[in-house]
Structures are given as C-alpha cells and as structure tokens.
C-alpha cells in the first residue's frame, strides 16, 4: 500500500528564516509526486509535479526536489503570507485515479 | 476559466440522512476525483470518475456512491449519515489523458452531521 509521511507536523519560522518541509514516501511505481498549498477550511492549490528522481522545480520561494525515497519543499526567506498546510501526495505508475496524501506540514510564519 | 467548483459550500445534516454533494470540472477536464478530509489529516481518496465510468475506489463503505454526467460534473452521494462522516468533501479535476497527474481541487464542501 502507498504511503506517505510528512515532517515535522509544525513549522515555526520567523519571516526570513530558510527552512525545509520533508516528504518521505513508498509507492509501487511513483508516477508523479506532488505538493499542495492548502489554506484553513479552503481546498488544496496546486504548487508542483515532480516525476523522476534528480528533479527540481521553482516557484517564488519554493523550491521542490525529488529522490528516490522522498521530496522536499525548501522555502527561501518566507514571508508571513507563505503560512499555511503544505501537502505532499504521491501517484502510481496505474491509470487508476488514487493519489495518497500526507497529513502536512504546518507552516506558521511569524512577522 | 472558472475552476472547480463545488456546491453546497456548507451543510448541516443529522444522523441517518443522506447527501449529495455536487461538483463541475474544470472545462475541458473529463476527470473527477472526490476525496474526504477529516480536521488535520490529508485528502483520503474516494472514487475517481473518467469518461463516466468509475476508474478508482478508496477504502470507503457502500454507503458513499458517486456518478459522472454527460457533461463531466459529478454528484457524490453519501447514505445512512454517521457522525463520523463530518469532514471537508473535496471534488480535484483533472484533464484525465493516460497517465495524466495534475490534479486541481475545489473550495470543498464542509458537511456536518449531528
């Protein structure tokens, strides 16, 4: 069964502060592993797609990696309006339509 | 473009009710998936619809059904209501070509059941 864990569950920064959320995952073939923004009682949006280890992606202060084994969301001098849940989910090589998500990290980021 | 969009945004329904909660696609999108989100947890897979025909289920009981329509929009619908199906209903669309993986979700639909 796919898995995915996601660390730490909480994330305090002060504005500035670089820092990385982590994505450990297993699944039977990854097809694409992704990674969501999601805002308090607001469905997630979507950030990236990373498909094969060595991958990397940018956008504004995020920056997302693949290996074999996890992802990471590295976010460069964040600023208070980058608070929120960021959610890691992985989908398999199947044309089956299931993704499985973490449980998120929360990113709090303080003035 | 409008994106997904869901509706009701909020509902409130007692025990042993049923629901239907609704969902249009992004256009141009033939794929809907539906996903339950408990308070603090991930987006738990329900069932994806493509091309009217249920392509995946998660691990849910009977209870939850859902169909797909001509025009891509999609019902979710949920039977014999428990407390424990209080969660954020969530409807992601995407373009459903093989292999296709971007997924874009709506605002969710909060249900309580009391």
């Known amino acids: 069964e796919d898995q995915v864990t996601q660390s730490p569950e909480a994330l305090r920064l002060q504005e500035g502060e670089s820092s990385s959320l982590n994505c450990s995952y297993t699944v039977s073939g990854l097809r694409g592993l992704f990674w969501y923004r999601q805002d308090p009682g607001k469905g997630p949006e979507f950030l990236f797609t990373?498909?094969?280890a060595g991958e990397e992606k940018e956008k504004e202060r995020l920056k997302a990696t693949l290996t074999k084994k996890e992802s990471f969301l590295h976010i460069t001098a964040p600023k208070p309006e980058d608070s929120a849940t960021y959610l890691c989910?992985?989908?398999?090589?199947?044309?089956?339509?299931?993704?499985?998500f973490g449980d998120g990290t929360t990113l709090t980021v303080k003035p | 473009d409008a994106g997904v969009t869901q509706s009701p945004t909020h509902l409130i329904k007692t025990r042993g009710q049923h629901v239907t909660l609704r969902c249009s696609p992004i256009?141009?999108?033939?794929?809907v998936s539906w996903y339950q989100q408990v308070l603090g947890q991930g987006p738990q897979f329900i069932f994806q619809?493509?091309?009217?025909?249920?392509?995946g289920r998660g691990n849910f009981p009977d209870r939850f059904s859902a169909r797909q329509f001509p025009n891509y929009s999609s019902e979710l619908n949920v039977n014999a209501l428990l407390l424990g199906d209080s969660a954020l209903y969530l409807c992601?669309?995407?373009?459903?070509?093989?292999?296709?993986?971007?997924?874009?979700f709506g605002q969710g639909t909060r249900l309580t059941v009391v």
């Open positions: 992601a669309s995407s373009s459903g070509r093989p292999f296709s993986t971007e997924a874009f």
């Open positions: 990373l498909y094969s």
């Open positions: 989910a992985v989908h398999p090589n199947t044309n089956a339509g299931k993704s499985t």
């Open positions: 256009s141009g999108h033939k794929s």
């Open positions: 619809y493509y091309e009217k025909e249920e392509r």
